[in-house]
DNA sequence: TTGAAAGCGCTACCAT
DNA sequence: ATGGTAGCGCTTTCAA
């Protein structure tokens, strides 16, 4: 747990106290509350008063201790802010209430506390998790405990319990083909991550390259419009006779396309730019953003579908039956 | 509550069934599940294999009723897709995460039930709620019980309880006057909203020409790019010297600049276009956009600020205490 | 190190 | 129409 200040919340009202101030008892407050029959409705009146009066608001604990409960998912995310990720929280959400599940979106941006912490209290809160859960294989039983997990991942981890896996390589060797197929010579990327070391999009690019025998160019970037911007205008640097770029994500890929506008380089005639993600957002640009396209719905929907089988113990905790791959497929819009 | 089918979870195990498990106590597998001292470290071991076993999950109510909780706040907004309130839910969460709050999101358009329901069954799952709420003032009682709620609204209803209203007054004064100030003459709206009636926003924009003596000149569009683009065009069409535009929102902006680019009138040369919201979006068109932008991140944290002061008793649930107006500010980008 | 009992706040059931 | 009792699953005493 963090040190974190949790609220505190003052001494509550209780039925009794309810039932106390009102004179009647414990299961009048209820029928009153509950809008139940066998009330009469001077009293029933005379207990909805005295409940606003003191405050009184029902424990969702005790009152979920002898109702049952609706499930609730715990749905973690990087960056809210990132459109991509609320793409796939609309898909995630309007699945899981099909279900008759709650969802609750944890944003480790936007969290004050250790993600590790993040996790752990919203361990408690939920009863499945899914979502971009970089936590060692190791770690899970500490963290999760006992819970369904589904994570959504680059690259399949040991130990980690439901998978999606997200693969790049096919998407790319997509893209690189297109691009070389419709004449483009000189096919860049440009990257985000630590610069050291591409990203695993940066090596399905290099291996989509390496497949034609091209020659590879690659320039990294911070995962921003303005480090697409910065990217692109390096890139028309290194190669003045660059015509085809594929971004790291559309974000990015936006800051490309300014950038070739700034240089006077006329998109996609002079040289083509495709995004990652197929986000929406893409048709907002002149030209629209071609891009690599995730089916994030259907993403959502396998997701919560494992998840929520998992839970009800259709499907085990762990292991290939719980394990899928979704790959992107090429969006033609404007830009390539 | 609605008819939906509530997911069924199937008989749980519970402490009692991993005790007999493990043949031990029930306060045995809580020492074993809670890392506490207290128990030998075989024991532990055999009844953390029993719970995993069982497929134990510790409930979270029974566990919540004598643990007091963390509390967790309802944000209700529109639609997830909307940039607009991702935007809004980043700082929420941020500002509830600092006080000890978790925050559950339920997203309209992407709920199957109905509205009414939606916010029923939320209110039974929170200790607040905060958002987008238009029902009633007379339903809240009915639908929120005791709740402390603080609604988001352009124009403040009679009955709710905690208000930030959003008054578009002052913005859109203050851009209409700006673009007059820098000559231009012909300044137009695209309104969104049924067609009918002008929108909050749209009378806001025709007061202001108003007060100036403006010919005031508004077009209907739907609320995406697309019908910015019509609006737009529909513009252009009616008035050819057209040298200023006002859109509903940011993304209707955007379409407006695709129309206007696509006619070929320079942007803001030959005519200047405004959104509203003033979104980080909005930086990624050429030119950047010009915005109306509320300080999502303070409307944010004075909605937090303002509901969790309610629950904690600090603030009256209802009145002129509870009740703030923010407006826009004019954010200079590059479209005007 | 382990176990028995009590109680968190609520509603279901059965009595009156 | 109303009230008494039991019990949901868990942890916190307290006792062995």
Redesign the pocket.
């Known amino acids: 747990m963090t040190a974190r200040a949790r609220a505190t919340v003052p ?9 106390a101030a009102a ?9 009153a ?2 809008d ?5 409705a ?3 009146v005379r207990v909805l008063a005295a409940a606003k009066e003191l405050k ?12 049952g409960h609706q499930p609730t998912l715990g749905f973690v995310l990087d960056d809210l802010t990132n459109p991509y990720y609320p793409a796939l929280a609309a898909s995630v959400v309007s699945t899981a209430a099909d279900r008759g599940w709650n969802v609750l979106i944890s944003d480790i941006a936007h969290s004050p506390q250790g993600v590790s912490d993040l996790l752990v209290g919203l361990a408690q809160q939920v009863d499945a998790v899914i979502g971009y859960i970089r936590v060692p294989g190791s770690d899970f039983d500490q963290v999760f405990g006992n819970l369904p997990v589904v994570a959504l991942e680059t690259k399949p981890e040991a130990g980690h319990r439901g998978v999606i896996e997200l693969d790049f390589g096919p998407g790319l060797r997509e893209a690189v083909q297109y691009l070389h197929g419709s004449g483009r010579q000189r096919i860049a990327m440009v990257d985000a991550g630590p610069p050291e070391v591409p990203s695993i999009r940066g090596e399905q690019y290099l291996a989509a390259m390496a497949e034609l025998g091209l020659d590879p160019l690659m320039v990294y970037g911070e995962q921003t419009v303005d480090g697409g911007q910065e990217g692109g205008a390096a890139l028309v640097d290194a190669a003045p006779d660059i015509d085809g770029i594929i971004a790291f994500n559309d974000h990015m890929a936006f800051g490309v396309m300014k950038a070739l506008r700034h240089r006077g380089i006329a998109v996609p005639a002079q040289c083509a730019v495709i995004g990652i993600d197929g986000l929406e957002l893409g048709r907002i640009s002149t030209p629209e953003l071609s891009s690599l396209a995730l089916d994030l719905t259907e993403v959502g929907r396998l997701g919560v579908d494992l998840v929520t089988r998992m839970h009800a113990g259709e499907l085990p905790a762990s292991g290939p039956e719980v394990q899928r791959t979704v790959h992107h497929t090429l969006l033609h819009r404007e830009s390539s």
């Open positions: 001494r509550r009202a209780t039925v009794l106290d309810v039932a004179g009647v008892s414990r299961q009048t407050v209820t029928r509350m509950n139940m029959s066998g009330i009469s001077s009293t029933k009184y608001r029902p424990s969702r604990f005790g009152r979920g201790l002898v109702l």
